[in-house]
């Protein structure tokens, strides 16, 4: 089972700036597609944006702009660029493989990441 990782979440300042990222082993070489959720405290998890075999890049509305993803397959790592961050961004940020583009079994079937915290102060 693929299994990510995030990290580089952390507090910041109203319009701050962070990189997340998401290491997954083998979700490159297997062809996955990954997802960036968020869950807040008290709230459903919602979907934020997603990055294909091929770099095709979605976004959820509320991103408006501010966030890039992207990646290094050879890190086997996607990045969340987040920029111009708003308290409504404070969130547990979470990660995981899709099989939308590549039907390959073992993306539509990783595991969910731990989490990073991100938290944005006004």
């Known amino acids: 089972q693929i299994q990510p990782v995030e990290s580089g979440g952390r507090s910041v300042q109203t319009g701050g700036s962070l990189q997340l990222a998401c290491t997954a082993p083998g979700y490159a070489s297997q062809k996955c597609g990954v997802d960036w959720y968020r869950r807040a405290s008290g709230k459903e998890r919602e979907w934020v944006a997603s990055?294909?075999?091929?770099?095709?890049?979605r976004y959820a509305d509320f991103v408006e702009g501010r966030f890039t993803i992207s990646k290094d397959e050879v890190k086997d790592t996607v990045y969340l660029k987040m920029n111009s961050l708003k308290p409504d961004d404070t969130a547990t940020y979470v990660c995981?493989?899709?099989?939308?583009?590549?039907?390959?079994?073992?993306?539509?079937?990783?595991?969910w990441g731990r989490g990073t915290q991100v938290t944005v102060s006004s």
């Open positions: 995981k493989t899709n099989d939308e583009y590549s039907g390959v079994r073992a993306c539509a079937v990783g595991a």
């Open positions: 990055i294909s075999d091929d770099d095709d890049a």
